[in-house]
T-cell receptor, first 113, second 111 residues
């Protein structure tokens, strides 16, 4: 059972470069989320999706974009990478939003230099 | 700004003791509350969730919720070294889409 799979695990970007963080889940979950976690901090919601074709902003969406063309995939796009985007990024999914378990991917550690 | 606040710790307890982790939240509309455990370098995993005032027990873990005081806690009985991790408290409001996480409390259980 793969669960939530994120790629890549690690990436170093130069300032101004762009990249896409991939996220896929095989649990047929409707809800998917992208979080970032800075050192010693909790998780900040970047974007979320309640189903294919539907996305919305979280707490810290600036500098990011998402799309949800299928139930399984929820990629996160970074345009014009900045040092402030150095963080660990987690993708998560859940069947429902309230009171049900969110399953997290293993994370992507991104460094922007 | 809706917030969830936790003492960052570290909280150090001896093996076999009770560890008490606390959390307060600012959004009175919050409906659901979660405790996640995160080992260093790993992703969070759900330990417990609670909706209603009072206590909810699951094995060695007890979650407590007091909505009037906007306070959530997690008790870990018979603490083990394997419980050493960061514990994240989270809340979600009506609709639950925007779950807010606290910064986490680091727990060390000394053998």
């Amino acid at each position: 059972n793969a669960g939530v799979t994120q790629t890549p695990k690690f990436r170093i970007l130069k300032i101004g470069q762009s990249m896409t963080l991939q996220c896929a889940q095989d649990m047929n979950h409707n809800y998917m989320y992208w979080y970032r976690q800075d050192p010693g901090m909790g998780l900040k919601l970047i974007y979320y999706s309640v189903g294919a074709g539907i996305t919305d902003k979280g707490e810290v969406p600036n500098g990011y974009n998402v799309s949800r063309s299928t139930t399984e995939d929820f990629p996160l796009r970074l345009e014009l990478a900045a040092p402030s985007q150095t963080s660990v990024y987690f993708c998560a999914s859940s069947y429902l939003t309230e009171g049900t378990e969110a399953f997290f991917g293993q994370g992507t550690r991104l460094t922007v230099v | 700004q809706k917030e969830v606040e936790q003492n960052s710790g570290p909280l150090s307890v001896p093996e076999g003791a009770i560890a008490s982790l606390n959390c307060t939240y600012s959004d009175r509309g919050s409906q659901s509350f979660f405790w996640y455990r995160q080992y260093s370098g790993k992703s969070p995993e759900l330990i417990m969730f609670i909706y209603s005032n009072g206590d909810k027990e699951d094995g060695r873990f007890t979650a407590q919720l007091n909505k009037a005081s906007q306070y959530v806690s997690l008790l870990i009985r018979d603490s083990q070294p394997s419980d050493s991790a960061t514990y994240l408290c989270a809340s979600s409001g009506t609709g639950g889409f925007k779950t807010i996480f606290g910064a986490g409390t680091r727990l060390f259980v000394k053998a």
